[in-house]
């Protein structure tokens, strides 16, 4: 495996990559610096850029491509890149931005076909014909969006990537148990993220928008689907359980969910949510680690590193 994230402490590093995140800070005793966060298609890496004002920050912005010279080190149990040079791409070098982004393991045309055939297995004919206007008129962005800035599927198509994971699992629990209602849990595995077209910034080193930060994918998908319905002069239950279905699916309220789950859809919902985003977090960081060892930390995994058994290998033999 070739990558940023596969060096370990020590590696030297001379390569260009791709400013994902440019944040200011000042140190305690008043310096200015600049954390860096760098990627390769393999995923990314945390820099300081000590010393750096005014001039340094508009150098270095997000979505810029630069050279760095510098060697990898281990902090808090955390690789970071320690840079000893750093220069803007130029025209010169050849480089694009598209050599240096991570994206889905699968193509958006593929993806596309596949979720349109779990809207064509829905039977009820408001939920089949509301969850495909929405995809119908988000299906852009939602094949391009990364699921969230960090932590899980934060990688070009990954939103779209994440809910066809999700609705793998989701055909499997329908089976064992059939008590579920597979239009409802399909609809709101599709729409549950959509909001995050409108409260991320884009494919391509995402922030967070005015709407993002002030309403957030939750609110402005619920929006959305009581917007859609009137257009489609829809009307019944189906549209209120597919709110509550976005409404919950973080759980509690401390995570994010002003309702917890309050029908057996919407907990499932929650339940393979968070399980394809641990196991996403979980695969990625294990991918990049040596067997018989254990991994960096994961902040949004409470912190945790994890081992990974030799075991692991005999399957690759």
Do not use: C
Not at 49 to 65: H, N
Not at 143 to 172: C, D, W
Not at 206 to 226: D, K, Q, R, S, V
């Amino acid at each position: 495996m070739n990558g940023i994230t596969y060096l370990n402490a020590g590696d030297p590093v001379e390569q260009f990559l791709l400013i994902k995140q440019s944040t200011k800070g000042v140190t305690t005793t008043g310096k200015p610096f600049l954390t860096l966060i760098l990627q390769d298609r393999s995923g990314d890496i945390e820099a300081k850029l000590w010393d750096a004002g005014e001039e340094e920050a508009k150098k270095y912005p997000a979505q810029a491509i630069v050279k760095v010279a510098g060697e990898i080190h281990n902090y808090r149990g955390k690789n970071q890149l320690r840079l000893r040079k750093i220069r803007p791409a130029m025209p010169t070098d050849g480089v694009s931005i598209g050599e240096f982004l991570e994206t889905a393991p699968v193509s958006k045309e593929d993806m596309m076909d596949q979720l349109t055939q779990y809207i064509f297995e829905m039977k009820n004919p408001t939920i089949q014909r509301l969850t495909r206007h929405l995809v119908k008129k988000h299906q852009k962005e939602f094949m391009e969006f990364p699921a969230a800035t960090k932590n899980h599927h934060e990688f070009v198509s990954g939103l779209a990537y994440h809910a066809l994971s999700m609705l793998r699992i989701a055909k499997s629990l329908t089976e064992l148990y059939p008590s579920l209602n597979k239009d409802l849990l399909y609809a709101g595995i599709i729409l549950h993220d959509m909001g995050k077209v409108e409260e991320l910034s884009g494919p391509v080193s995402a922030t967070y928008t005015l709407e993002g930060n002030l309403l957030g994918h939750i609110t402005l998908m619920i929006n959305e689907i009581g917007k859609a319905a009137d257009e489609l002069e829809l009307k019944g239950e189906e549209i209120l359980m597919l709110q509550h279905m976005v409404l919950s699916h973080h759980g509690k309220a401390e995570w994010g969910s002003p309702k917890p789950p309050m029908i057996r859809e919407a907990e499932i919902l929650h339940y393979i949510d968070n399980l394809d985003a641990k196991m996403n977090m979980m695969d990625r960081v294990l991918n990049r680690t040596k067997s018989g060892e254990f991994t960096e930390r994961v902040f949004a995994l409470e912190n945790r590193s994890f081992y990974k058994p030799l075991m692991y290998d005999e399957g690759n033999e």
